[in-house]
T-cell receptor, first 114, second 110 residues
Framework: DTGVSQNPRHKITKRGQNVTFRCDPI?????LYWYRQTLGQGPEFLTY????????KSRLLSDRFSAERPKGSFSTLEIQRTEQGDSAMYLC????????????FGPGTRLTVT | SQQGEEDPQALSIQEGENATMNCSYK?????LQWYRQNSGRGLVHLIL?????REKHSGRLRVTLDTSKKSSSLLITASRAADTASYFC??????????FGTGTRLQVFP
């Protein structure tokens, strides 16, 4: 399968714990995006990379969130000191560079903070 | 924040009927895309229409774009039970990231 993959698919954690998610994009794509989706809403942009450079971060991405894309391949999204409000689906997408390229989404990681 | 809104929020139809969903957005765009999401799953890209295009077809899908009204519509013809999903429009407002609408939940009954 050459699509976007995300791990884990589900994560249950207690409030205050740190969690890390991984995204493996389509190998030819140089753009990688992270979105967050809560129940009944559309995905909301968090951040994106072009190769290894993080080009933009949303104001939704508080100091507890950090994302990396070492070597311009896979990416990780870490949430420190999780809060119940962090419970959501975290979606990763990749694309070619440019304004008119579709984004290919992974299956998402569903985070539940108890 | 969401860029736009889909209308209706929910739509129920019988198999074989057509389904029309509308999307309104707020700022100028490079392109507009439609995605489908099955319950609890990732998004699947359906179609992309550029800001200088007015209509585009892909199989049973027809998308229109009216930049003067900042609106788009997605028509699914001869719907099938497998079309049951949430449908989102997403715009690229000159920022290289997608801004999604709130979605239309489509239910197609066999």
């Amino acid at each position: 399968d050459t699509g976007v993959s995300q791990n884990p698919r589900h994560k249950i954690t207690k409030r205050g714990q740190n969690v890390t998610f991984r995204c493996d994009p389509i190998s030819e794509h140089n753009r990688l995006y992270w979105y967050r989706q809560t129940l009944g809403q559309g995905p909301e942009f968090l951040t994106y990379f072009q190769n290894e450079a993080q080009l933009e971060k949303s104001r939704l991405l508080s100091d507890r969130f950090s994302a990396e894309r070492p070597k311009g391949s896979f990416s990780t999204l870490e949430i420190q000191r999780t809060e119940q409000g962090d419970s959501a689906m975290y979606l990763c997408a990749s694309s070619f560079f440019g304004p008119a390229y579709e984004q290919y989404f992974g299956p998402g990681t569903r985070l539940t903070v108890t | 924040s969401q860029q736009g809104e889909e209308d209706p929020q929910a739509l129920s139809i019988q198999e074989g009927e057509n389904a029309t969903m509308n999307c309104s957005y707020k700022t100028s765009i490079n392109n507009l895309q439609w995605y489908r999401q099955n319950s609890g799953r990732g998004l699947v890209h359906l179609i992309l229409i550029r800001s200088n295009e007015r209509e585009k077809h892909s199989g049973r899908l027809r998308v229109t774009l009216d930049t003067s009204k900042k609106s788009s519509s997605l028509l699914i013809t001869a719907s099938r039970a497998a079309d049951t999903a949430s449908y989102f429009c997403a715009t690229d407002p000159n920022t290289d990231k997608l801004i999604f609408g709130t979605g239309t939940r489509l239910q197609v009954f066999p």
